[in-house]
């Protein structure tokens, strides 16, 4: 496995890993609805936007590649919360894999390499969301040294309420 730094030619791979980790993680979590009229097609205008613009610092997309394919992806920038000093604290802004790569040490080996790069950064502590239900996820994270820190919010930007715990952990330098 190669953990590198994401390309603008990776778009496509980032919108396919985004929608299929969607689906396989949200049933029950999100509208099934919603989650089967998702296209990587939808996704990638963000993506191409994301990676073809210039980033501020401590900002960017880590791509975990198998066998020369995308297995998944981490997205790292500086933390966009109100409540944190961004120059501190770093967020993972997102973090999805492939469902047949859950459970082989991919996303062990790309969180590893992301929480490396924000140490190097300079950042003290990393923040993520994740949404309250997703248990697969949390034991995930747990797993790695994550902890709720107590800040909860309600997010309705796909058109449904969604509630996400915020997990917080301490880098290395």
């Known amino acids: 496995m190669v953990i590198r730094r994401a390309e603008p030619a990776d778009a496509e791979a980032l919108a396919a890993v985004h929608v ?3 689906q396989a993680a949200y049933p029950g979590l999100m509208p099934q609805a919603h989650l089967d009229g998702l296209t990587p097609a939808m996704r990638l205008p963000v993506w191409e936007r994301l990676l073809g613009e ?3 610092p401590g900002t960017e997309v880590l791509v975990a590649e198998e066998d020369g394919s995308v297995a998944g ?3 790292l920038c500086p933390g966009r919360d109100d409540d944190v000093d961004p120059a501190e ?3 993972i802004s997102a973090i999805y894999l ?3 790569a859950w459970g082989a040490g991919v996303g062990g080996r790309l969180m590893a390499a992301a929480l490396g790069r924000l140490g190097t950064a300079g950042f003290e502590q990393a923040v993520l969301w994740v ?3 997703n248990a697969r996820a949390r034991r995930f994270y747990e797993r790695g040294g994550w902890r709720p ?3 909860v919010q309600r997010d309705e930007s796909d058109g449904f309420p969604l509630t996400e715990v915020r997990y917080r952990r301490a880098l290395e330098r």
């Open 20 to 22: 299929r980790s969607w």
């Open 54 to 56: 210039s980033s501020p």
């Open 73 to 75: 992806f981490a997205s």
């Open 89 to 91: 604290v770093a967020e």
């Open 98 to 100: 492939l469902p047949e």
């Open 131 to 133: 949404v309250d239900g």
């Open 149 to 151: 820190d107590g800040a």
